[in-house]
């Protein structure tokens, strides 16, 4: 079964500071990488994707995430975090061929501090 | 609005109710899904019903019932529901490519917050 880590359950960061969120997975097949960001009060949205091509995937509102198969991981960064960008992070997995079921990771709930 | 609509957004039932959560969704998709949210939990997937066929966490106890009448409907029936069972029931819909190989770009409604007393 896949599962997904992410280690960080709680973040906080004063604005202007540089962001790296971690997210590993446990699957050995080909899979389909994405966080979710959930702000307050919000529903849960999309914020960027990886499917295959280039491992340096860019998202919205200036975040990134970099696929490093050796790895297992899949982490988020953003160089200049801001006020508005308070919210949970919810790295996710689907696994190609297998259950066909997209997995979460519990979240990181990121504070930036104006 | 995302295009997935959820009803109630709140709701308070007691052990003995029977209440159903209703997810609609405007995008044209062939696949829908309900998610369980609790805090400092990873999202649970509860059911999916993709391209025609129902998939669902075997974990999931039968006080949970859903039902996707159609492919833009989707219910979530409870029934003598324990107060463990309280969080945020989260739904969810995609486009499945044939073949199933899977995108599984979700869009996500804005969810029923489900407390059980």
């Known amino acids: 079964a896949q599962s997904v880590s992410q280690h960080n359950h709680h973040v906080i960061l004063s604005e202007a500071a540089s962001l790296e969120l971690g997210c590993n997975y446990s699957y050995g097949g080909t899979v389909n990488l994405f966080w979710y960001v959930q702000y307050p009060g919000q529903h849960l949205q999309l914020l960027l994707k990886y499917f295959s091509g280039d491992p340096l995937v860019k998202g919205i509102k200036g975040f990134e995430a970099e696929f490093i198969k050796s790895k297992f991981s899949f982490n988020l960064r953003k160089p200049s975090v801001q006020w508005s960008d308070t919210a949970e992070y919810f790295c996710?997995?689907?696994?190609?061929?297998?259950?066909?079921?997209?997995?979460f990771g519990s979240g990181t709930q990121l504070t930036v501090l104006p | 609005e995302t295009g997935v609509t959820q009803t109630p957004r709140h709701l308070v039932m007691g052990m003995t109710n029977k209440k159903s959560l209703k997810c609609e969704q405007h995008?044209?998709?062939?696949?829908m899904y309900w998610y369980k949210q609790s805090a400092k939990k990873p999202l649970e997937l509860m059911f999916v019903y993709s391209l025609e066929e129902r998939v669902e966490n075997n974990s999931v106890p039968s006080r949970f019932s859903p039902e996707c009448p159609n492919s833009s409907h989707l219910f979530l029936h409870l029934h003598t529901l324990q107060p463990e069972d309280s969080a945020l029931y989260l739904c969810a819909s995609s486009q499945e490519p044939a073949g199933g190989s899977g995108a599984n770009v979700l869009t996500f409604g804005a969810g029923s917050r489900l407390t059980v007393l």
């Open positions: 996710a997995v689907f696994g190609r061929g297998s259950a066909r079921q997209l997995t």
């Open positions: 995008l044209g998709h062939n696949a």
